[in-house]
Structure formats: structure tokens, C-alpha cells
């Protein structure tokens, strides 16, 4: 009994101990213990609670300069195995026997100790298990201090981190002394950043270095001393993470190499390098070069990081023996790139973030280079472009990134944005925020629907990623932590996952434009208020009416709307006005009327002869869109009626009204089916039903339509509410004309008749002909003018 009741009076002993100390916290958590607020030594924990392995003490103004020998003599301290010790102002020396009583420790802080100077020789006799020591944020610890403590001792070091110490003092001289105190250790884990000068002797660092996983020299001046019989090659071959940013100042500096062989070995396991501000940020750093490889240098390679570093131009070539195909995320932010080659990119094929923001490449984005610039990036899934004052997107910029799920493209200066989505369809966030946009196309819109209904309805959608590339996201210090001692990567990935969390569905930014409410962007005014695509803050988004802000929402939508219709009146009223000086010209209209008839009768043959050619584009006039629930109505009553009319027109026996019934072929995916048998009509004519509606192919075939510039006659069930549709099919049912039907016990009735509505879809397709013959023309013209 006396052990268990030793260990409750230890127990009780940690409860009262914020009773020391005014402001004196201390919490368990799980197997951790944390106490907050020490003021002096003499509040520190005799003893903890049991079963603790982790333990972090914070200091504040503490007046003692020493701390106490003997304050883990105490059992409870046995256990621990991980101690930091941070934020003691005023402590200056570690004495000899401090540690006495951590037997089973293997993680040690002393850190953020501005007042430091000195630990005992001896200190860590205590702690012979000991893995890992971070000595970080001491200024005045000198590194001499360090290497008298680890001379002869702790023989299973990996892990030292000794950021910004000696601060104070003049450098930090890696060399014999330094490599004697750590000669028996295995290191595999080195953090010198920020620690003010450098000076490295090659030949006693590179057996530092032989075995060393992780290299952290970053923020330091860095003076070589080089000895040429040493092989510098070899001192980093097992390096993976290299964090080299802003370490030196190379000044100004050009490469305009025609031809450069490599054929070195460095970095041969390097997964991880960052390069930040390595260069004078003035530098416009120019690179021209072909390089050529002999021994897959850098096939490791996952994160880059080369920005800020002044780069204007980049336009390299590689051959040779090389694979960057481990490369995912790459860099080249803040360095004011005014060009960057496509071929460049087009290496690295299986790059997953691209971080190109913050540079210039307005300069060159009426290239052609610009519009290929993504190219040969099939796996790319995020691209930051924001910042590059660029004013125009050319409309393939993305058309070959199937996978991209994010494109950031705010803050620039865009007034206008209409490009091809139609191979991203798990796109799930356009930020176009702080951009000059007033409004947006119906084609741009009606390209976001479709991703929406891809989104919604595709099985592989219905499981949502969170979060994507935890482990190649470019922020490094998540990725350095891998490296250190005790680390469980996926614990503490997942636990910072939200930092990289992106939408389910597409989502569409447009926050901070100036975005204008009238006649002309009234399209786009509803279609904000009332689409089902995610608006980021929608509630708070704003456009400028009669010249005065107001919220963009059904009000100010109203008030457009009944603007724009008495504009409309008033019109009408001015017409009316006129009408008598109209009479003169009824004359002339009435020839121009018989002139547009023979002009129609002359469509039509050609019409005819295209419809009926063996060779043709267009093997159908109809397209007929329906919903297998209604599949009985459709082929009993209209498919045989729209068909017969049809053929009597073109007096031919061919059948000219397309359905997925009769036409699709059997093992074809439905949406290649889809497509083609679109692509084979001149006008959809959908039958609109409340199953129609709640069909997703359905409306899937309805909406490519209308994307394929088809037109399109409608004929709606009475009573059929659409309202809750697609704005760009509502738009369609709301503005044109449409044939109702009806039917009941058998009896099928339909308005207007089958003369009235097939004389309206021969009108349609010979309009829709007509545009596609201009379109072909249009586009021999520009091929014409590209050869010339």
C-alpha cells in the first residue's frame, strides 16, 4: 500500500501547484503535462502526475539565474521521455546535475533562454538515451559551450537543432572541434538556421554530413573554405530536405549559357530543396540555358522552391539523361518572371501545385508561348497565377489540365473571362477576386453548370477529398517536421489538414470586382441570385446600381428587372410614334418579305441536300431529348408524329429525329454518346416533364446543347414547374417560345400543331446551319491569315 500511496500524494502534490505563483497553470493532457506562467524556479513541479511522458515547462520574468540540481529526483520524473523547457528570461548557466533523474529521457528543449550563456560540461551524463536536443533561440550560447557538453556523450544523438545561437557573437566556425564532439553520433537531423556567419571546413564537415537526412542552414551567411581533394559531391548524397534560403548573397547575376553538361552526383536523394531570397531580389537573374544530363540528376526531387530570388526570365531546355517525373510541387513565386517556357514546365510531368504568383507574366500573355504554357501538365491540380497585373486569360490556357481543381487567378487586372472548361470538370474553385470583372458571359456560366452536374451527379464524386497533397504542400515547416525526433507525420497532417481544405462542389469568387446591376448584365445578375453553384459569400457580394453600391441580391435583381422593362416601354411608346413614317416603308418590306421567302425556300434546299448527303456533318435534323420515364408518351405519340412530319418535308425515307433509344450504340459511355449524337443534330428538341427535370442526363444532354450552340424548340408539359432549374435552361424555356402538351387516360393533345411546330424547327436548323457554315468560314480566314 505505501508505493500507491506514495504515488497519490505525488498525484495530489501536482494538483495544488497553481496554488504557487500568481499566475501559475499546469494541465494534463493525455500522457502531456504543460505548466504555464512560471515566475521563479522555486514554482517549478517536485513531482507530476503518473503515467506522463511529455512535459513542457514555460517560463516568464524569472528572477533565479540557476536552475535548482536535483528537481527530478522525484519517481514521477522517470518516465519522461520528452521535456522542453522554454521562455526562462533570466537564466544564465545549466548546472552539472539538472538532469539527474530523467533516466528514460530521449527528447530534450532548452530554448528561447535570452539570457543563456553556459551549460556544465557534464550535464548530459544524466541523460546517456538522450536522441534529440534543440538548443534553439539562445543568443549568447556559444557553440564551443555546445561542443565541450556533447564531446564523448550521448553516444545515440540524431537530432541537433541549434537555431539562431551565438547570435551575439561574431560566426560560428563548423570545423575539427565541432565534428569531434559529434563523431559518434549518427546524426541524421541538422538545423543551423539563422545562426549569423558560417565558415564550413569541407574536409571535417563532410563525415558531419554522412549520414545527415536533414539540412537547415537557412537565414545564416555562409563562408566555404575549399579543399580541392575533398570531393564536394559526396558530402550530400544522402541529404533529402535542404533548406538553403536566404543563406548567402550572390549580387547580381546573368546565365546565358548555350550548352552546360552535368554530369555531378550532387543531391542524389534530395526530395526536398528550398532556395528562397538565394539570390539579390534586384538581380533580374536571366536564364537562358540548355542544360544536358548524364546521371538523372535530381530524380528525387518532390518540393522546389526557388522564389524571391529576382528571376525575370527562364528559359531552359534540358537534355540528356534525366527524369523529373518525382517533381509535384514547384515554386517560382515573387521573382518578377516576366516569361517562362513552355517546354520548361512541359519537363516536369507530374507536377501537381504550381505556384506562379506575385511576378509579371502580363508581359507575356499575348504570346502564343502563354496560351501553351500548361500544356504538358497533365497532373496539374493547383495553379496560383494571382498578383501578375495580368488583363486578359487566353481561352486554352487550362484546356489541357483534366485534373486542375483550383485555379487562383485574383488580384489582377481581368475585365473579362471566358475560357475553356470543358476538360476540367473537377474543377472546385475559381478565385477571381480583385479583379476589374463587371460581369461574366453566359457561356463562362453556363460552363460552371456543367462542372456542377458532373460534380453532383458522377459516382466518383459522392466521396469527398478534404484535403489534397498533404504531403507535398509547399508549406515547408509541415514538411520538416517529418524529420524530427518522435514525429508521427500522419497524426499531425490530419491534424493541420483544413490548412489545405478545398471545396466539394465548384465554387466561384468573385468578391472585390466592380460589378455592374443593369439592362446589359442582367443575365448575369440573375444567374448569380439564383444559381446552385457556391458563390463565396454571396450575402455579401455587391454591384453598383444607378451609381450607388447595393447588395446583389432578389431585391436589386427586381429592381434591374422592372428598370429594364420600362426602358422597354418607353421604346415601344417612341415606335408607336413613328409608325406612320413605318407605313412608307411597308412597300419595301413586303418585296424584302418575298425576298427572304425565296431566300428561306433556297436554305432549305441546301438544308436538304446536307441533311440527305452520305458524307455529311449533320446526319439529323432533331435531336429528341427525353426521360426514360416518359419514354411511353414519347414514342407512341410525338417520336412518330415529329419523325413523320419531318421526312414528308425533306421528302426522304431516312429517319431525321435522333433519340439515345434508336441511336446509341451499345458498350459506348453515355456521355460519348451524348456528345456525338449532339454533334450530329442541328436542334434539340427536348420534352420537358417533372422527371425530365429531375433526370441528370437529361438535363446533362440539355445543357451541352445549349454549350454546342444548338438551338433548341421546346415542348413542355402543362403545368410543368421550372423555376428551380438550371439558370441557363430556365433562361431558355423563360425567353423563347414553347409547344405545350397534354395527356390524359390516352388522350394526347399538343399546341400548336405538328405543321406550326416543325415549320419552327426547320426554321431553327437553318439558322443553326447557317451559324456553323459561318463559324467553318471564320475559322479558314484565321488559318488564312496564320499561314500568310
Not at 235 to 254: V, W
Request: proline share 3%; net charge negative; with cysteine.
Amino acid at each position: 500500500m505505501e508505493p500507491r500511496f506514495g504515488l497519490f500524494l505525488s498525484f495530489m502534490a501536482s494538483l495544488i501547484v497553481p496554488m504557487f505563483g500568481a499566475n501559475l497553470t499546469c494541465t494534463v493532457n493525455f500522457s502531456s503535462y504543460i505548466c504555464k506562467h512560471i515566475a521563479n524556479t522555486s514554482d517549478l513541479p517536485v513531482s507530476i502526475p503518473v503515467n506522463i511522458r511529455k512535459v513542457t515547462l514555460f517560463g516568464t520574468n524569472t528572477l533565479d539565474r540557476y536552475f535548482p540540481n536535483g528537481l527530478f529526483r522525484n519517481p514521477t520524473w522517470a518516465n519522461v521521455s520528452d521535456l522542453s523547457i522554454l521562455e526562462f528570461d533570466s537564466i544564465v548557466r545549466i548546472e552539472e546535475d539538472f538532469l539527474h533523474g530523467l533516466d528514460n529521457l530521449k527528447f530534450l528543449s532548452i530554448s528561447s533562454c535570452p539570457e543563456l550563456k553556459d551549460i556544465h560540461p557534464n550535464v548530459f551524463h544524466s541523460t546517456p538515451d538522450l536522441e534529440a536536443l534543440y538548443l534553439n533561440d539562445n543568443p549568447y550560447l556559444k557553440l564551443p559551450v555546445v561542443e565541450e557538453a556533447l564531446n564523448d556523450k550521448l553516444h545515440k544523438l540524431k537530432y541537433i537543432s541549434l537555431i539562431g545561437i551565438e547570435a551575439i557573437g561574431r560566426h560560428v566556425l563548423l570545423g575539427n572541434n565541432f565534428v569531434r564532439a559529434l563523431r559518434t553520433k549518427n546524426l541524421t537531423y541538422i538545423d543551423l538556421s539563422g545562426v549569423k556567419t558560417i565558415i564550413i571546413e569541407h574536409k571535417d564537415v563532410q563525415t558531419l554530413l554522412s549520414n545527415v537526412k536533414y539540412l537547415n542552414i537557412s537565414y545564416s551567411t555562409v563562408l566555404p573554405t575549399y579543399v580541392p581533394e575533398v570531393p564536394v559531391d559526396s558530402y550530400f548524397r544522402k541529404i533529402e530536405f535542404l533548406d538553403l534560403t536566404s543563406c548567402t548573397s550572390l549580387g547580381k547575376y546573368a546565365i546565358n549559357f548555350e550548352d552546360l553538361t552535368i554530369s555531378s552526383v550532387w543531391f542524389e536523394n534530395i526530395k526536398y530543396l528550398f532556395t528562397q531570397h538565394l539570390i539579390d531580389p534586384y538581380s533580374r537573374l536571366k536564364v537562358n540555358a540548355r542544360y544536358t544530363f548524364q546521371n538523372d540528376v535530381l530524380r528525387t526531387l518532390k518540393v522546389l522552391d526557388v522564389s524571391n530570388n529576382g528571376i525575370t526570365i527562364l528559359n531552359i531546355s534540358f537534355s540528356g539523361t534525366y527524369d523529373f517525373r518525382a517533381l509535384e510541387t514547384l515554386n517560382i513565386s515573387s521573382n518578377n518572371l516576366e516569361y517562362i517556357s513552355p517546354s520548361l514546365l512541359s519537363s516536369f510531368p507530374s507536377l501537381k501545385i504550381l505556384d506562379l504568383s506575385r511576378n509579371v507574366l502580363y508581359k507575356m500573355q499575348t504570346m502564343e508561348d502563354f496560351s501553351y504554357l500548361l500544356s504538358g501538365n497533365k497532373n496539374l491540380e493547383i495553379i496560383y497565377l494571382q498578383r501578375n497585373y495580368l488583363s486578359l486569360v487566353p481561352s486554352n490556357l487550362f484546356s489541357s489540365n483534366t485534373k486542375l481543381r483550383v485555379i487562383d487567378l485574383s488580384d489582377n487586372e481581368l475585365t473579362y473571362f471566358n475560357i475553356d472548361l470543358h476538360n476540367t470538370l473537377d474543377l472546385t474553385l475559381i478565385d477571381l477576386r480583385k479583379n476589374r470583372l463587371k460581369s461574366m458571359p453566359a457561356a463562362f456560366l453556363g460552363q460552371v453548370e456543367q462542372m456542377y452536374l458532373h460534380q453532383t451527379t458522377a459516382e466518383a464524386n459522392e466521396t469527398f477529398i478534404k484535403s489534397i497533397l498533404l504531403n507535398q504542400i509547399q508549406d515547408k515547416n509541415l514538411i520538416s517536421e517529418k524529420y524530427k525526433y518522435g514525429y508521427n507525420s500522419s497524426d499531425n497532417i490530419m491534424l493541420r489538414e483544413m490548412l489545405v481544405t478545398i471545396p466539394q462542389y465548384v465554387m466561384l469568387n468573385v468578391l472585390e470586382n466592380p460589378l455592374i446591376c443593369d439592362c446589359d448584365t442582367l443575365d448575369f445578375v440573375k444567374w448569380i441570385v439564383s444559381t446552385n453553384i457556391g458563390i463565396v459569400n454571396r450575402t455579401i457580394l455587391t454591384c453598383k446600381y444607378n451609381n450607388k453600391e447595393e447588395l446583389l441580391n432578389n431585391a436589386v435583381m427586381e429592381m434591374v428587372s422592372d428598370s429594364c422593362r420600362l426602358v422597354h416601354h418607353i421604346f415601344i411608346a417612341i415606335a408607336s410614334s413613328v409608325a406612320i413614317t413605318v407605313s412608307i416603308f411597308v412597300l419595301g418590306f413586303a418585296i424584302n418579305f418575298r425576298r427572304r421567302k425565296a431566300r428561306h425556300l433556297q436554305d432549305l434546299e441546301i438544308l436538304k441536300r446536307e441533311i440527305l448527303d452520305d458524307n455529311t456533318k449533320f446526319n439529323f435534323v432533331v435531336f429528341l431529348s427525353y426521360c426514360s420515364q416518359d419514354s411511353h408518351i414519347v414514342e407512341n405519340f410525338i417520336h412518330p408524329s415529329l419523325n413523320s412530319f419531318l421526312k414528308n418535308t425533306f421528302n426522304t425515307k431516312k429517319d431525321i429525329v435522333c433519340t439515345g433509344a434508336e441511336n446509341f450504340v451499345p458498350g459506348m459511355l453515355i456521355i460519348e454518346e451524348i456528345h456525338r449524337c449532339i454533334n450530329e443534330s442541328l436542334v434539340i428538341v427536348p420534352v420537358i416533364t417533372p422527371a425530365f427535370l429531375n433526370s441528370r442526363w437529361s438535363l446533362r444532354e440539355c445543357v451541352d446543347a445549349i454549350e454546342r450552340h444548338r438551338q433548341v424548340v421546346v415542348l413542355m408539359k402543362q403545368h410543368t414547374d421550372a423555376s428551380g432549374t438550371f439558370a441557363s435552361i430556365a433562361n431558355v424555356i423563360g425567353q423563347y417560345t414553347r409547344a405545350s402538351w397534354s395527356y390524359d387516360e390516352g388522350n394526347f393533345v399538343i399546341r400548336p400543331s405538328w405543321n406550326t411546330i416543325c415549320d419552327g424547327i426547320i426554321q431553327t436548323a437553318i439558322e443553326s446551319f447557317r451559324y456553323h457554315i459561318n463559324q467553318h468560314r471564320n475559322d479558314e480566314i484565321e488559318l488564312v491569315g496564320l499561314v500568310e
